[in-house]
C-alpha cells in the first residue's frame, strides 16, 4: 500500500513506452553468443506484453453512440484545483456544455462563491466546501429526491450522493468521491483511499438502484483498488473498449494518465466520453454521456461472503490510517 509501489501503477503507460525503446535499442546492440543480454531481452519483452494486456481493455474499440438529448444523462466533473482562482474559465465551459449533472472538487468558500452565477441554471445545488483541498459542490437540472453528504473515511473528505431522475423518469443514484492519493506530499500509504472505495462501494450495493459513480479517484482504471471497488459494487468501468482519456497533468503531457473516473450500474450506457479544453488546472474536466437502458437497468447486487470480509478489512485499515492523521 505504501505510495513508492503505487506510483508504478499510475505510470504504467509511461513505463511500457520507455521498455519498449530500451527493448528496440537492445535488439540493435544484441551481439550473438551474449547469453545475458539475451535472457534480459526475454525477460522485458515479457514485461512489456504484461503491461499490454493490463492496459489493452482500455484501447478503444467501441464508437460514440447519439441517442438524443432527450434520453441522455450529461455529466461534467471537474477538479478544479483549489488555487486557481481562473473562475470565469470554468463559468464559461459549463454554459457551453451545458451538462445534466456538473460535479466540482477541490472547490472553497471563494469558488463556492464566483459559482453562485450558475446556480439560476440549475433545479439542485448541493454544497461541501472546504479549504483542504477536498472542498465538494454539486449542480443538478434532473428531478432530485434526496441529496446528502457523505464522510466515508475522515471527516475531511466529504462525498456527494443523490438520488436524481433522468428524462425518461428512470430512478439513479449519482455518487461523486475524491479519496486521497497514496504520495509523499498527501498520504504514506493507500489505505485511505482504497478504505474509503470500498466503504462506498458497500453502500452502493444497500442502495439497490442503478448508479453512477464519478469523480476524482486519484486512481487509474487499471489499478487492482480500482477493479476491486468495481467488482464490489458491481459497477462497469466507463473507460473499457471506449479509451484511455488521461486527465492529469494537463502539463507536461507525457506524464498525463486517467485520475478522474467514473463508473455506471449495467444496463447504463456510455454513449460518449471526453476531455475538455484546460481551465488552468491540474486536470482536465471530464464529460461524460450515458443513458438508461430501461428493460436492462440492474441495481447493485449484494457483496459475496470473500468479498465482504476483503471488503472489511480494507475499510478498518483504512479507518485506523484516518484515525493515526488525526
Known sequence: ????????????IQVVLLQSIVFVTGLFLFEEGNTLMLAALIILFITIIYQAIVIAPYIPFKKNKDKGQKS?????????????????????????VDPDILL??????AWEQALEKI??????VHKAPKENR?????????????????????DERPAIEAH????????????????PPPSPTEKTTSKQKDGELMKAAKHICELNMPTIVTGDFNNVCWSKSSKLFSKAASLVDARLGKGIYGTFPVSPAIFRFPLDLLYHSKGIEVNQLKILRDISSDHFPFYTELTIVNEHAQPN??????????????????????????
Open 1 to 12: 500500500t505504501h505510495w513508492f509501489f503505487r506510483i508504478f501503477d499510475f505510470i504504467r
Open 72 to 96: 441522455t444523462i450529461n455529466i461534467l466533473s471537474v477538479n478544479v484545483l483549489q488555487k486557481n482562482d481562473n473562475y470565469e474559465e470554468l463559468i464559461k465551459l459549463v454554459k457551453e
Open 104 to 109: 466540482t472538487m477541490e472547490t472553497n468558500k
Open 119 to 124: 446556480e439560476v441554471d440549475y433545479t439542485s
Open 134 to 154: 477536498y472542498g465538494m459542490h454539486f449542480y443538478s437540472k434532473l428531478k432530485a429526491h434526496k441529496i446528502q453528504t457523505h464522510y466515508f473515511i475522515s
Open 164 to 179: 436524481l431522475v433522468d428524462k425518461n423518469g428512470n430512478d439513479f443514484a449519482f455518487i461523486g468521491i475524491h479519496p
Open 301 to 326: 447486487s449484494n457483496l459475496d461472503k470473500d468479498l465482504k470480509e476483503k471488503a472489511d478489512e480494507i475499510i478498518e485499515e483504512g479507518e485506523k490510517a484516518a484515525e493515526v492523521d488525526e
